[in-house]
């Protein structure tokens, strides 16, 4: 018998009728056995994230100031999911609990998961599935990281018990009892791990969006939809900015070889995003996807006869290292090294970075150019494919946009450029115009 495991994420359980929708989800499809909830998100832009809110109610307890009207916008939220539902269960006992371990003191990620645990209990009680705390299947070290081996023995051996379960998302618990969680968004890992270790067909991530787009929607009118992509390409395009899926999720589900649908819960009838291990290139459609980053700076370095001198580059990165600078790109040519640096790591350490690399490697002129932004074209259509840079090329020139810097993967399936920060979004729509 196949099995589905299927996350939901905030949006998806953020009141009574959109409890109501993934109901109908679940039982539509037997495959469904296990199923991931957040805690509920906002229900409009300028709604709260119960996350947020229950974050908010231990600082207020460690600056000792009391937490009630915080904790009521909590209470509030989770009685009316379930009024909403008619659900005879007494969530009172449960809010009355939290809040007392809140007010004694409890820890920040106890607070956090709260969001999670409790809206597990209720869903289960609503679709009557065993309800199965994380606490006791997602298992971390003393050290607060993921015990892998741990998990998948207690996931395994806990859920072959139960035909369907809930589990709440985002946190576990470590060898000493204490509540762990992962980083923002960490509901997907939970569903990703669920997955692999119940070695799943299928890991089903639902949100409020059909899946990804090719483009950032505020950038590009309309972008198409991404029907169905490989892991790679979907490292390629979230390591540029283009985020769905918390990026720690994929690796228990691509390792398994387990494919991940991205569905809209808002609209379930669209096919939504497919990432598979593996698919044959469409050279036809050649592109998957472009998105960016703004705010590079590029240090050029030039010196004759730089390819023939033994430990040039590893001097330029030791220096880095040195200053715990850590660099995105190293494009190289014979007398040439360029190093592309996220602002966010450089820290106004580029006087020092520029200093400490004119002594050491005595360079005949070093750069630097700032506001620098990198667009990647990702698609494995474009290996062995000829004319798709020609393609981005010629947009960006015909838009009168000056490229100073290329980058081309060895894997070809990436194509990275540099422009000016002021260029970035007339660039992204040009390269897109390009091929759609
Ligand atoms: N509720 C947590 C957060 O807001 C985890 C999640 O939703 O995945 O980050």
Known sequence: MSIIVSKFGGSSLADGNQFRKVKDILLSDNRRKFVIPSAPGKRNSKDFKITDLLY?????????????DVFNLISNRYKAIVYELDLSLDIDIYLNEIKKDIENGA??????????YLNGIILANYLDFKFIDAKDVIIFNKYGSLDNEATYKALKNTLSNYEKAVIPGFYGCDPLGNIVTFSRGGSDITGALVAASMNADLYENWTDVSGFLMADPKIVENPMQIKKITYRELRELSYMGASVLHEDSV????????????KNTNLPSD???????????????????????KDFTVISIEKAMMNSELGFCRKVLSILEQNCVSFENMPSGIDTVCVVISDSQLNNKID????????????????VHPNMALIATVGNGMSSNKGIATKIFSSLSDSNINIRMIDQGSSEINILIGIENDDFEKGINSIYKAFI
């Open 251 to 262: 690796f228990p589900v691509r390792n398994a070889g387990i494919p991940i649908n991205i």
């Open 271 to 293: 096919p939504g995003t497919l990432i598979v291990k593996d698919m044959e290139p469409d050279y036809n459609n050649p592109i998957k996807g472009i998105a960016g980053k």
């Open 56 to 68: 908010l109610c231990q600082a207020h307890i460690e600056s000792s100031i009391p937490l009630d």
């Open 107 to 116: 820890s920040k990620e106890y607070a956090a998961s709260r969001g999670e």
């Open 352 to 367: 020092i970075l520029v200093d400490e690399i004119k002594r050491a490697c005595n360079p005949d002129s070093i750069v």
